[in-house]
């Protein structure tokens, strides 16, 4: 039961990491990455879609993506998807395919990325934390219930809080990571 109530809350935390992670991923460095455009939606027959599922999004080279819709009614929907969006980029379309050139970072936009990451990180940190919170909660109930000992609740706690540690330092180490790479110039 106690193992069962540990794996689950380990599991759910590494899925906040895990998910972290993604969300860094969308906050752009200078160089160019398909997973900046994962935020942009296009109407798509009436379906609100992510760009990467009407278009091949590629790498050209460090600084450009390519984007190439399959269809070529698409190719307006998703040049003005990308101009209107927050990311600051204007694809320069030829035919069928769009090449996006990332601009480089000013300053202040790279601050305001960090600042983005750290909200990020800090939503992961407290996710982390609540999903402790739970399984003390869980804990504590089969505890009350008679179903563990006050020694087998205090060896559960310690050993959540150790997971806990260990996912709130994981995290801290993708924020500098993150942190590092918005400020490489």
Known sequence: MLDEIFDDANERMKKSVENLESNF???????AHPSILDSIKVDYYGSEVPVSQVANVNVEDARTLTVQPWEQAMVAVVEKAIMTSDLGINPVTN????????PPLTEERR????KMARAEAEQAKVAVRNIRRDANADFKSLNKDKEITDDELRQSEDQIQKATDAHVTEIDAMLAEKEASLMEI
């Open 111 to 114: 601050k305001e990325f960090i």
């Open 95 to 102: 035919g069928n395919m769009m090449r996006i050139p990332m």
């Open 25 to 31: 991923a969308k906050i752009r460095t200078g160089r």
